[in-house]
C-alpha cells in the first residue's frame, strides 16, 4: 500500500484545515486507516483513526474538534480539524494497517500560530 498525504499548511488559531491521505495498492485489504502526529522534541502520537466498521477513535486533545473520515471507496482518508490550536502544531502522518501490515505515508506539516 501506497499513501500520499497533503493538505498540511500554515493556519491562525481557531481556524479549519483538512488533510486528506490517498491509499493505492492492496487497498481491499485495509482495515484501519489513522492519523498520527509529532511535535518537535515528542513522541509520535495518536490522533484519530477509523476501521473498516466506521468506528472512530479520537485523541482527548482532539476529540471534538477533529472528525476522521473516509470516501466511500474507503481509499481515501481525511482528517477534518477545526478550532485549531497553537499545540496543534507538528507534522502529520497516515497510516494504515493492511493485512496486519503497517504502512506510513510522507509527513506532512501543520502549523498554527497564535
Known amino acids: 500500500v501506497q499513501l500520499q498525504a497533503s493538505g498540511g499548511g500554515l493556519m491562525q488559531a481557531g481556524r479549519s484545515l483538512r488533510l486528506s491521505c490517498a491509499a493505492s495498492g492492496s487497498i481491499s485489504e485495509i482495515s484501519v486507516m489513522a492519523w498520527y502526529r509529532q511535535a518537535p522534541g515528542k513522541q509520535r502520537e495518536l490522533v484519530a483513526r477509523i476501521f473498516n466498521t466506521d468506528t472512530t477513535n479520537y485523541a482527548a486533545s482532539v476529540k471534538g474538534r477533529f472528525t476522521i473520515s473516509t470516501d466511500s471507496g474507503k481509499s481515501t482518508a481525511y482528517l477534518q480539524m477545526n478550532g485549531l490550536k497553537p499545540e496543534d502544531t507538528a507534522v502529520y502522518y497516515c497510516?494504515?494497517?493492511?493485512?496486519?501490515?503497517?504502512?506510513w505515508g510522507q509527513g506532512t506539516q501543520v502549523t498554527v500560530s497564535s
Open positions: 497510516q494504515v494497517i493492511a493485512g496486519r501490515v503497517q504502512f
